[in-house]
């Protein structure tokens, strides 16, 4: 397996194996203070509770066999014990006393009742050595001293230093080695990321990440994937987009050429002519139309907010836009009521208000036949603008109401109209952060209604609250 210095992975061994080692460091220190600290708390106390027992032993037997007491202290022990004069420098012991102790005692020892212990080096080895007065009241000159090897404490100390330095390599390789297993374990989220990345092809995007864990890289695939879903949703809505709008297009295209053919094939009547010039002249028009909503959708699309805002009666503008269908349907023989409460003013674009009316209104038409009813309501509801066009239709069946607002979408292809009316109304809706749904059935009837939040009103007659 080849190693690649730059990952992420190195570098997180790297630095996890830096932290071990510095808190090794750490607590070893700590560790070392401690435990030098401990054994010489303990030196103190075992000296000095020795030297109140010897002290006690050459009081009560007295200095008549002083040396016989001390050479029995010294071999009952790893004691040395001396008796030191600060008048006269001389010193009482069962051995001879090496000249460094003596220096050190002509140097510290004074007449007094204070205590006194330190470490120093005798002939190279460690020493401590207590100093206290021997008795105070009959002979206040006199000092009881006691000297104990301290290469224990050193050696002690010294091995746990050693130690020390030998683990380090050993915890090193451990973090090196753990680190770089551990960081791979944790990492292979992104290793499966990486693999879905190098496959997906940008035509089909049909591999998802597979997610492994449901930490914060887990979340982040399940994010990715849900991402890839929509852009492959939005993919296959644009494959079906265009072989639609080719489809549609297409069609008033080969109504224009054939009628065109069929008028230049040989000479024909005027009103022969005039017929074709009508039929190419209403696919011309059918033509126009899908082409300005094609439009309409791009602009949307592309500029998803509402750009143009000013201040105007909603009130007036669906009122408008109602009216101006009043004559198709009373030759319809369908009845157009109105609903619309007064003096409701909005901040946005006049013109969306008028065609997402103006496409309902239409669609209801177109659905609904004669001695049926059509009523467009408009009012303000908790708060929100709600938008109401309800007809007595044909309806719409179940398995196609989840469709209705996808481009191009028609329950029959020879229904007229291109399929783009619900949804420019769906997208023009959601520039407002509104929303609209629909409730529909066969044989009944359907009812849109949209919903724009309040942020937009400016003003409300009282009469259009509910």
Same mark, same amino acid.
């Not at 864990?213 to 994010?223: P, V």
């Not at 020879?414 to 109304?425: C, Q, Y």
């Given at each position: 397996? =080849?190693?690649?210095?730059?990952?992420?992975r190195?570098?997180?061994?790297?630095?996890?194996?830096?932290?071990?080692?510095?808190l090794l460091?750490?607590f070893h220190?700590?560790?070392y203070m401690?435990?030098?600290? $401990?054994l010489?708390s +303990?030196m103190?106390?075992?000296?000095e509770a020795y030297a109140?027992?010897a002290?006690d032993t050459i009081?009560?037997?007295?200095?008549d066999n002083l040396?016989d007491i001390?050479?029995?202290?010294?071999?009952s022990s790893n004691?040395e014990v001396f008796?030191?004069?600060?008048?006269t $420098?001389e010193?009482s012991?069962?051995?001879?006393?090496?000249?460094d102790?003596r /220096?050190?005692?002509?140097?510290?020892a004074?007449?007094?009742?204070s205590?006194?212990?330190q470490?120093?080096?005798i002939?190279e080895?460690?020493?401590?050595l207590?100093?206290?007065p @021997?008795?105070?009241?009959?002979e206040p000159? =006199?000092m009881?001293?006691?000297?104990?090897?301290a +290469?224990?404490?050193y050696?002690?100390?010294?091995?746990?230093k050693?130690?020390?330095? !030998?683990a380090i390599?050993?915890v090193i390789?451990?973090?090196l080695?753990?680190?770089?297993l551990l960081s791979g374990y944790?990492?292979?989220?992104?290793?499966a990321?990486n693999?879905?990345?190098e496959?997906i092809d940008?035509a089909?995007?049909i *591999?998802?990440i597979?997610v492994k /864990?449901?930490d914060?890289?887990?979340?982040l695939?399940k994010t990715?994937?849900?991402?890839?879903d929509r852009?492959?949703?939005?993919?296959?809505r644009?494959?079906?987009?265009t072989? *639609?709008?080719?489809?549609?297009l297409r069609?008033p295209?080969?109504?224009?050429k054939?009628e065109a053919e069929? &008028?230049?094939m040989?000479?024909r =009547?005027?009103?022969?002519?005039?017929?074709?010039m009508?039929?190419?002249e209403?696919?011309?028009? &059918? !033509?126009?139309?899908m082409?300005? *909503?094609l439009l309409t959708?791009? /602009?949307? +699309?592309?500029q998803p907010?509402?750009?143009a805002?000013?201040?105007f009666?909603? /009130?007036a503008c669906?009122?408008n836009?109602?009216?101006?269908w009043?004559?198709p349907?009373?030759?319809?023989?369908?009845?157009l009521?109105r609903?619309i409460?007064?003096?409701?003013?909005v901040?946005?674009?006049s &013109?969306h208000?008028?065609?997402?009316?103006?496409n309902?209104?239409?669609n209801a038409?177109?659905h609904t036949?004669a $001695?049926?009813s059509?009523?467009?309501?408009?009012?303000?509801?908790k708060?929100?603008?709600i938008?109401?066009?309800?007809?007595?239709?044909?309806g719409?069946?179940?398995?196609?109401?989840?469709?209705?607002?996808?481009?191009?979408?028609?329950?029959k292809?020879d229904t007229?109209?291109?399929g783009?009316g619900?949804?420019i109304?769906d997208g !023009?809706?959601k !520039?407002?952060?509104?929303?609209i749904?629909?409730?529909?059935e066969? $044989?009944?009837?359907?009812i849109?209604?949209?919903?724009?939040?309040?942020?937009?009103i400016?003003d409300?007659d009282?009469?259009? @609250?509910?």
């Amino acid at each position: 397996m =080849k190693i690649q210095f730059n990952s992420i992975r190195v570098k997180l061994t790297l630095f996890y194996t830096v932290i071990l080692v510095l808190l090794l460091i750490v607590f070893h220190f700590i560790a070392y203070m401690l435990l030098s600290h $401990g054994l010489r708390s +303990d030196m103190y106390d075992s000296i000095e509770a020795y030297a109140e027992t010897a002290k006690d032993t050459i009081i009560i037997n007295g200095e008549d066999n002083l040396l016989d007491i001390l050479t029995e202290l010294n071999n009952s022990s790893n004691n040395e014990v001396f008796i030191y004069d600060v008048y006269t $420098g001389e010193v009482s012991s069962s051995f001879p006393v090496i000249d460094d102790v003596r /220096s050190t005692l002509s140097r510290i020892a004074t007449v007094g009742t204070s205590t006194y212990t330190q470490g120093l080096t005798i002939r190279e080895i460690q020493t401590y050595l207590h100093i206290t007065p @021997l008795d105070i009241n009959t002979e206040p000159g =006199k000092m009881l001293v006691v000297t104990r090897s301290a +290469d224990y404490i050193y050696n002690t100390v010294d091995s746990y230093k050693q130690w020390l330095y !030998m683990a380090i390599p050993f915890v090193i390789i451990f973090g090196l080695v753990s680190g770089y297993l551990l960081s791979g374990y944790f990492l292979r989220q992104v290793k499966a990321i990486n693999i879905t990345a190098e496959k997906i092809d940008p035509a089909n995007i049909i *591999d998802r990440i597979p997610v492994k /864990s449901n930490d914060e890289l887990g979340r982040l695939s399940k994010t990715l994937n849900s991402l890839f879903d929509r852009i492959y949703g939005y993919s296959e809505r644009q494959k079906q987009f265009t072989a *639609d709008a080719s489809h549609d297009l297409r069609s008033p295209l080969t109504i224009i050429k054939a009628e065109a053919e069929v &008028a230049l094939m040989k000479k024909r =009547k005027p009103e022969e002519y005039i017929a074709a010039m009508q039929k190419i002249e209403n696919a011309a028009d &059918a !033509m126009n139309d899908m082409v300005d *909503d094609l439009l309409t959708l791009a /602009s949307m +699309d592309s500029q998803p907010d509402v750009s143009a805002v000013a201040d105007f009666d909603l /009130s007036a503008c669906m009122g408008n836009a109602v009216y101006d269908w009043q004559a198709p349907f009373e030759n319809k023989g369908v009845q157009l009521g109105r609903d619309i409460a007064p003096g409701i003013v909005v901040r946005g674009d006049s &013109a969306h208000f008028q065609r997402i009316v103006d496409n309902l209104v239409k669609n209801a038409f177109e659905h609904t036949p004669a $001695g049926g009813s059509v009523t467009c309501s408009l009012g303000v509801s908790k708060g929100n603008i709600i938008i109401t066009v309800a007809d007595t239709g044909t309806g719409i069946s179940a398995e196609h109401l989840p469709h209705i607002f996808d481009r191009f979408y028609r329950v029959k292809r020879d229904t007229p109209g291109s399929g783009l009316g619900l949804p420019i109304v769906d997208g !023009m809706v959601k !520039m407002y952060g509104g929303n609209i749904s629909v409730e529909s059935e066969l $044989g009944k009837g359907t009812i849109f209604t949209i919903s724009i939040p309040q942020g937009w009103i400016i003003d409300v007659d009282p009469v259009g @609250l509910s």
